[in-house]
């Protein structure tokens, strides 16, 4: 079974940066398909960042492209999103997501296994 622990949130002012991490285990690194979502209060879960399927591409959310990076470490089972240039409407719930099948990288029910969040909050 495939866990994933994300850290790294907190509070920050605007204009700020915070680097999320995602550790996974349980299954070979490299088979997964991995992104970040975000779920502020009274919405939906949004995708905001993922890796093709190779792992050789990347794909962001038009709210989040410029600001936020994301990247993996193969050899520590771990995942990153570097968050720049924070904004208040960027707080939320920030969730690492993994699949292993072939499904679109942009939709939450394309991926399996979720982590337990980690909260980003970003004041004014």
């Known amino acids: 079974q495939v866990q994933l622990v994300e850290s790294g949130g907190g509070l920050v002012q605007a204009g700020g940066s915070l680097r999320l991490s995602c550790a996974a285990s349980?299954?070979?690194?490299?088979?997964?398909?991995m992104g970040w979502f975000r779920q502020a209060p009274g919405k939906e879960r949004d995708f905001v960042a993922a890796f093709s399927r190779s792992g050789d591409n990347t794909y962001y959310a038009d709210s989040v492209k410029g600001r936020f990076t994301i990247s993996r470490d193969n050899a520590r089972n771990t995942m990153y999103l570097q968050m720049n240039s924070l904004k208040p409407e960027d707080t939320a719930v920030y969730y690492c997501a993994a699949r292993v099948r072939r499904a679109s990288v942009w939709s939450r029910t394309s991926y399996d296994y979720w982590g337990q969040g980690t909260q980003v909050t970003v004041s004014s």
């Open positions: 349980g299954r070979t690194f490299t088979d997964l398909t």
